[in-house]
Nanobody, 125 residues
C-alpha cells in the first residue's frame, strides 16, 4: 500500500513564498512520475505540476508557470512544490499524487492512482 503525506501548507501573504512537501512510502517511488493538483472551494480539482520518474521532465499549468517549481529527492522519497509570487487565486487544498510508472508525467488526474490527504494553502493579506 502506498501512502502519500503532504506537509508545509499554511497562510502566506500575496507575493510570498511557500514550499509544500509530499513524503511517499514504498521502495518503488523512484520509478513513478509524481504530480501536484489543487482544489479551491466550489471548483474542480486542477493540475498544477508534474515531474517524471527521472526528474528530467516537468510540466506546469499555465497559471503557475514561472512561479512554481516541482522537484523530487528520490533518496528521501519526497516530492516538493516551491511556490513563489503567490496570489490569492492560488488559495486551495494542494494534493500530491503518484503518476504512471516510468513516465514523463501527466496532466490528467485519471492517470494518477494514489493521492495524499491534501494540505491547505491560503494566500491572503
Amino acid at each position: 500500500q502506498v501512502q502519500l503525506v503532504e506537509s508545509g501548507g499554511g497562510l502566506v501573504q500575496p507575493g510570498g513564498s511557500l514550499r509544500v512537501s509530499c513524503a511517499a512510502s514504498g521502495r518503488t517511488f523512484i520509478s513513478y512520475a509524481m504530480g501536484w493538483f489543487r482544489q479551491a472551494p466550489g471548483k474542480e480539482r486542477e493540475f498544477v505540476a508534474s515531474i517524471s520518474w527521472s526528474a528530467s521532465n516537468t510540466y506546469y499549468a499555465d497559471s503557475v508557470k514561472g512561479r512554481f517549481t516541482i522537484s523530487r529527492d528520490n533518496a528521501k522519497n519526497t516530492v516538493y512544490l516551491q511556490m513563489n509570487s503567490l496570489k490569492p487565486e492560488d488559495t486551495a487544498v494542494y494534493y500530491c499524487a503518484r503518476g504512471p510508472r516510468w513516465s514523463h508525467g501527466s496532466t490528467s488526474p485519471t492517470d494518477y492512482d494514489y493521492w495524499g490527504q491534501g494540505t491547505q494553502v491560503t494566500v491572503s493579506s
